[in-house]
């Protein structure tokens, strides 16, 4: 069974998938060692990393990290395809694209195209709900594989009211979406969307905020966290290059900072390299 054989499986299951962000193969094999179901390549971590907005990425960028991180780690990944990059056309590339480099699934959204910077801020605009109708066939339409799991998000809760969030993800899912994703705490709304439109659902939000059983048992099992690790590692290198600049010492014991050194060195599969070089180019004479 492969990566996506089996996420697939799960979903379909109901089972309570947690997906913490991974930016770069590195934190994929340390999402993957730690016994996750899957990992979640953030669009908006991605263009953090870049320096710039989400919306400035292109299909290729991303299928180009999706590669890079399938080729180092064998846990189902999720990519964040934003509103697809353009219309049902572009939605359909982006489709092909990211399920050839290896991913277990796509989650696209149904705000504007182009998408925009203040999406950070809060600040949505939707596309009409016939244009992310169109969006989710083609998307379906251009899987080779049904075990790649299209994931359909709806922005409404926030920008227009929930019961039309409830009517577009209804929408979406009779056009072939297998996954709907809404945003609400509000553990009234998630019972009513439980109800209204069944599983399997998602949500997004920092893994401190999501109550595993609770969310599954109104259907939400795919969560997502698309930002804790990214901000936390951040955090770490900030406080450590600040005690830098200030004493000239980082503020950790050397011998701490070695061990995690080797660490790194580990969890990138250093060892395997190392092992194949050992039979050939640094083999004993």
């Given at each position: ?19 913490p ?8 094999r340390?999402?993957e ?15 953090f ?17 999706t ?10 990944l ?42 950070h ?6 596309v ?14 251009a ?15 926030r ?16 056009a ?9 705490n ?39 966290d698309p ?14 290059y ?28 250093m060892q ?14």
């Open positions: 069974m492969t990566n996506r054989q089996h996420f697939a499986n799960l979903v379909r299951s109901g089972q309570p998938i947690l997906a962000v991974a930016i770069d193969p590195l934190s994929a340390l999402v060692s730690l016994g996750f179901e899957a990992a979640y390549l953030s669009g908006g971590g991605f263009g990393q870049l320096s710039v907005s989400e919306a400035l990425l292109t299909i290729t960028e991303v299928a180009n990290l590669r890079q991180i399938t080729a180092r780690s064998d846990i189902p999720i990519v964040d395809g934003g509103v697809g990059f353009g219309d049902p056309l572009h939605t359909w590339r982006a489709v092909r694209e990211i399920e050839a480099a290896g991913a277990a699934a796509i989650e696209i959204e149904d705000q504007v195209a182009p998408k925009r910077a203040h999406h801020k809060g600040v949505e605009h939707l009409p709900l016939e244009m992310m109708v169109d969006k989710v066939g083609e998307a379906v339409a899987r080779h594989d049904d075990d790649f799991i299209i994931i359909a998000r709806t922005g409404a809760v920008n227009e009211s929930f019961e039309r969030a409830l009517e577009r993800a209804a929408a979406y899912r009779e072939g979406a297998d996954v709907l994703m809404l945003f609400t509000d553990p009234e709304q998630i019972a009513e969307a439980g109800r209204v439109l069944g599983g399997p659902l998602s949500l997004m939000a920092p893994a401190d905020r999501l109550n595993q059983p609770m969310l599954a048992g109104h259907g939400f099992n795919v969560l997502i930002f804790t690790g990214q901000v936390a590692a951040f955090g770490a290198m900030r406080d450590a600040r005690s830098i600049a200030a004493t000239g010492t980082s503020g950790r014991e050397v011998d701490e900072l070695m061990s995690l050194y080797r660490e790194v060195q580990n969890m990138a599969g395997d390299l190392y092992a194949i070089e050992e039979r050939t180019t640094e083999r004993p004479a």
